[in-house]
């Protein structure tokens, strides 16, 4: 062992990813890169693997990993490029390796999580969607795994940095948590012209730069409703003790409200490298390369209700963790194809709300008590089948 951090990055082509290598850039002291993993933007892949020098580099088509691998011997690079969803678990598992940021998108994400949360590493969950499709089995395995679990997702973070190290404390001290929301490109809009919003409109993100599944996400306001799914896991906290606010400037990341309604709030400029240099070096604190917030400029910090014409999707939350289990991943499963398909023109906007809620309503996801990640797998393809069906009847 070197001393340093031993990190493999999954998904590092992408918004995350290139982040966490920029944070890992400003500290090569501290940090060694290990392993890197792309899906299609495999220039990426090979200009990182040739800064980078990783032992390994994953690409899930076994084409485009030969291809890779070609690139990369004739640059005279010796990373090994690995193919396919399984070496992803291989890296992520990996007994040379000390930290996972896990950042690939969508459940795609989930079971390379759990094998890094099963061999105990520190884990850096940027993916929410492998929490609210794994629940309960996933917080199983970072237990019994002995991972450390350190939230990336920058709500999350932020009420992890307001929260005292003892974990056996929380219960006692939190009233609730209130997890801020940005509202998106849309939170003045007209709700009855939400119908016709086009795919830039709902990426065009008015305070974050992000992928793009995540943006449509932020624009239909489901990104916070996977993210109190998230809370109730990460925080082992009731439903009910999970609220969500706008907050227009993205200043406020989300705060805690302590039994004796004292308030504790994390602030900052919306960059996600402050969440992820706080996950590198937790319970340290390294530079991250954000600037910091101009007090002075700042005109004002307001705060606002969610309208539920405008952003049906964030209550269909609370309703699915009432649900039956595996509803959650009901409600990921059918949100993930309903995006893929809009951000493809292939649905509407809104239709997003409607096949999600139509999943929760119609899906039973039939799990028993002993239910495990093969199961919710199952039910997460039979998801994705069915409301495929449903958008190719109702589409355009
Ligand atoms: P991006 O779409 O920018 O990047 C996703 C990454 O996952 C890319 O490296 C992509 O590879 C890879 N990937 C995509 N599909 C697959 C697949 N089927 N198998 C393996 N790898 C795949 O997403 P973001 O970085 O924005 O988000 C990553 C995760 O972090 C998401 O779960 C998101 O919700 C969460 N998050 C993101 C935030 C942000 O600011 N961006 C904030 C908080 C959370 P390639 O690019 O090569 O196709
Ligand atoms: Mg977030």
């Given at each position: 062992?070197?001393?340093?951090?031993?990190l493999?990055?999954?998904?590092?082509?992408?918004?995350i990813?290139?982040?966490?290598?920029?944070?890992?850039a400003?500290?090569?002291d501290?940090?060694?890169?290990?392993?890197l993993s792309?899906?299609?933007?495999v220039?990426?892949?090979?200009?990182?693997c040739?800064?980078w020098?990783?032992?390994?580099?994953?690409?899930?088509d076994?084409?485009?990993?030969?291809?890779?691998?070609r690139?990369?011997?004739?640059?005279g690079?010796?990373?090994?490029?690995?193919?396919?969803?399984?070496?992803?678990?291989e890296v992520?598992?990996?007994?040379?390796?000390d930290?996972?940021?896990?950042a690939?998108?969508?459940?795609?994400?989930?079971?390379?999580c759990?094998?890094?949360a099963?061999?105990g590493?520190?884990?850096?969950?940027?993916?929410k969607e492998?929490?609210?499709?794994?629940?309960?089995?996933?917080?199983?395995?970072?237990?019994?795994?002995g991972?450390?679990?350190?939230?990336?997702?920058?709500?999350?973070s932020?009420i992890?940095q307001?929260?005292?190290?003892?974990?056996?404390?929380?219960?006692q001290r939190?009233?609730?948590?209130?997890?801020?929301?940005?509202?998106?490109?849309?939170r003045?809009?007209?709700?009855d012209s939400l119908?016709a919003?086009?795919?830039d409109?709902?990426?065009?993100?008015?305070?974050?730069?992000?992928?793009?599944?995540?943006?449509?996400?932020?624009?239909t306001?489901?990104?916070?409703?996977?993210?109190v799914i998230e809370?109730?896991?990460?925080f082992?906290?009731?439903?009910s003790r999970?609220?969500?606010?706008?907050?227009?400037?993205?200043?406020?990341?989300?705060?805690?409200?302590?039994?004796?309604?004292?308030?504790?709030a994390?602030?900052?400029?919306?960059d996600?490298?402050v969440?992820?240099a706080?996950g590198?070096a937790?319970?340290e604190r390294?530079?991250?390369?954000?600037q910091?917030?101009?007090w002075t400029a700042?005109?004002?910090?307001?705060f606002?209700?969610?309208?539920?014409?405008?952003?049906?999707?964030?209550?269909?939350?609370?309703?699915?963790?009432?649900?039956?289990?595996?509803?959650?991943?009901v409600?990921?499963a059918?949100?993930?194809?309903?995006?893929?398909?809009?951000?493809?023109?292939?649905?509407?906007?809104?239709d997003?709300y409607?096949?999600?809620?139509?999943?929760l309503s119609?899906?039973d996801?039939?799990?028993?008590?002993?239910?495990?990640?093969?199961?919710?797998i199952?039910?997460?393809?039979?998801v994705r089948?069915?409301?495929?069906?449903?958008?190719?009847a109702?589409?355009r």
């Amino acid at each position: 062992m070197s001393g340093k951090l031993r990190l493999t990055v999954l998904g590092s082509t992408g918004s995350i990813g290139t982040s966490t290598l920029d944070v890992a850039a400003r500290h090569p002291d501290r940090i060694e890169v290990r392993a890197l993993s792309a899906h299609s933007r495999v220039d990426e892949l090979v200009a990182q693997c040739l800064q980078w020098h990783p032992r390994h580099a994953v690409v899930t088509d076994a084409a485009k990993a030969a291809d890779v691998a070609r690139r990369l011997k004739d640059a005279g690079c010796r990373t090994e490029v690995l193919a396919g969803p399984e070496a992803l678990c291989e890296v992520a598992a990996d007994a040379e390796v000390d930290a996972v940021m896990a950042a690939v998108v969508g459940a795609a994400g989930l079971p390379s999580c759990l094998a890094a949360a099963r061999a105990g590493k520190r884990l850096l969950l940027a993916n929410k969607e492998a929490l609210v499709v794994g629940g309960a089995v996933f917080m199983r395995a970072v237990k019994d795994g002995g991972a450390t679990l350190i939230p990336i997702d920058s709500e999350h973070s932020a009420i992890f940095q307001c929260l005292p190290e003892d974990r056996r404390t929380w219960a006692q001290r939190v009233d609730h948590i209130i997890l801020t929301a940005s509202g998106g490109p849309f939170r003045q809009r007209d709700p009855d012209s939400l119908e016709a919003v086009t795919p830039d409109e709902a990426c065009a993100h008015p305070t974050w730069v992000m992928g793009r599944k995540i943006s449509v996400d932020s624009a239909t306001m489901m990104n916070k409703a996977l993210e109190v799914i998230e809370a109730r896991w990460l925080f082992d906290l009731e439903p009910s003790r999970i609220r969500a606010v706008i907050h227009p400037q993205s200043i406020v990341h989300s705060m805690v409200v302590c039994r004796d309604q004292s308030v504790l709030a994390q602030l900052g400029t919306p960059d996600m490298r402050v969440p992820i240099a706080y996950g590198l070096a937790w319970p340290e604190r390294i530079e991250s390369g954000a600037q910091g917030l101009n007090w002075t400029a700042l005109k004002a910090l307001t705060f606002e209700e969610a309208d539920e014409r405008r952003f049906p999707g964030l209550f269909l939350s609370w309703h699915a963790l009432q649900g039956p289990l595996g509803s959650t991943a009901v409600l990921n499963a059918a949100n993930e194809v309903a995006v893929e398909r809009f951000l493809a023109g292939r649905i509407g906007f809104m239709d997003i709300y409607r096949l999600n809620a139509r999943a929760l309503s119609e899906i039973d996801p039939r799990l028993g008590p002993q239910a495990g990640v093969d199961d919710l797998i199952d039910l997460d393809q039979r998801v994705r089948v069915q409301v495929g069906q449903w958008s190719d009847a109702t589409g355009r």
